[in-house]
């Protein structure tokens, strides 16, 4: 990439995928939509806005992928990165940056860690993990598993997705090696980097005096972690797949794949902002990520004496669920968001889960409610206003009433994707209200084509950011003229934008 020519307003970054897989609806209906529409919203409301993200190659849960497939993990990254970035342009989102780890950011990140050790911040002490014997082999976060000692869900070593905390080697129940369940493990101790995080208490403190954007959970984990003793980071873990760690003192190790994070992010920022400025940096992510963000991360830049490199806020998710029960790719439970974008227009899926984002508490995805749900409530509303237009006169211009609730109707959905209230539910909800209004405008005596076509107009505008195709396509009919009799059909996604100018009323 190369530096931007103006610093934007706004850095939004995308967490970045893990490509030992695609992107199932799961993933696009947590941050990867979330994101795109904050970012859309934003840039309709004259901000700018540089979207980041890279491929998170170097993370063990390649390397644990490859394994079992019996692949070469580098190619296995690559294919799946290629697919990852497919998905996220049918969906249409916005992408400015978008990296795979090489030498230049491979470099920065060793070379930010081995200095924060020569200078004392980073310590080379003892850590526990999991070990095979019979191998002769530590395990890494994704070759471990057991039970969470904090909430009993299955997690692997290095974090629990349920409940958002740290598990490390000698704190797991039941530990087992993923790959292999029936090998004997054990507890090994291993000297490696780690980074103080209760020296770094206070900063944590008073970092995290929250503002209105940051969400509830988010809050109480941060509560929750701070109440206790904030136990020792791995920065180094014993390994091969990953950033060598490069120093003497660290042999047969690499940097752990979730501080690496962070400064690849910071690699990209200063890219991103290397015209000068001080953007605002919005991470979106998922919940189960909350600690290495919130905790690790805001440790870390303060360490590396990077704090202008910290979030000015943070947009969580909860879990978006299928048939009511989590997405899993090991158990196959799963729909990837490029097969299901192959049976319906992409706009209509990223409506439908906007509806049904999980922002503040879980979501669910079905796709037989998908169908019914936006015919009900999206399609035949529209298809109704096109219907009683075409059979109405031109009419007069824009009541004043109608004008003023056509305002009403921009701002609202506005204010559900500010980052002062972000809500993509909320959103939908008042871009489907919207209808309704429309709809009651048009009952009205007098009311005209005209009218129903600015009105309309007012609407498009407001949805663009959660259907970007079918908005462009509508406020270009109604540019020429016209009024498509469709709003979207249920064919593939790429048709959606050309069908939402056929058939139409002239």
Known sequence: MKPAAATPDFIVTLPPPTPNGGLHVGHMAGPFLAADIFAKAAQAGGRSVHVLSFSDTNQSYVRATAEKQNRDP???????????????????????????????????????????????????????????????????????????????????????EACGFPTQADTLLNPRSTNDPSARVEVRHAEVLVLELETWRDVLRRFHSFGDAIRPKYRWLVDDALAGPLPDFPVTVPGSWGIEAGHPDLPGQVVNAWPELALNFVHGYKQ??????????????????????????????????????????????????????????????????????????????????????????????????????????????????????????????????????????????????????????????????????????QAAPGAGRDSVMQMLGAWARAAAPLMPSVASGLLRALEAGRMPGELAGQGAAGDAAARSEEPEHA
């Open 74 to 160: 580098a190619e296995l990254a690559s294919g799946w990165t290629r697919d990852i970035l497919n998905t996220l342009e049918i969906y249409g989102c916005q992408v400015d940056n978008y990296f795979e780890p090489g030498p230049a950011s491979d470099g920065f990140v060793r070379d930010t860690l081995l200095r924060l050790y020569e200078a004392g911040v980073l310590k080379k002490k003892s850590f526990p993990f999991m070990y095979l014997p019979d191998e002769d082999q530590f395990l890494d976060e994704a070759g471990a598993s057991g039970l969470c000692p904090r909430c009993l869900d299955d997690c692997k070593c290095g974090i629990c």
């Open 272 to 441: 991103a902002a290397s015209a000068g400025g001080t953007p605002k940096i919005v991470n979106f992510f998922g919940y189960d990520n909350s600690y290495f963000y919130a905790i690790v991360h805001v440790a870390l830049l303060h360490a590396a004496g990077m704090e202008q490199f910290l979030p000015h806020a943070t947009v969580i998710n909860e879990f978006y669920n299928l048939e009511n029960a989590k997405f899993s790719t090991s158990r196959g439970h799963l729909i990837w968001a490029r097969d299901i974008a192959a049976d319906y227009p992409a706009d209509l899926v990223r409506f439908y889960t906007a509806l049904s984002a999980p922002g503040f508490e879980q979501g669910n995805f079905n796709a037989q409610d998908m169908e019914e749900v936006i015919e009900r409530r999206l399609l035949a509303p529209y298809r109704r206003i096109a219907a009683a237009a075409a059979a109405a006169g031109q009419g007069a211009g824009l009541p004043e009433t109608a004008a003023g609730a056509a305002a009403v109707m921009e701002a609202r959905v506005a204010a559900s994707f500010s980052l002062e209230r972000f809500n993509l539910r909320q959103g939908a909800e008042d871009v489907l209200k919207g209808l309704g209004a429309i709809e009651s405008f």
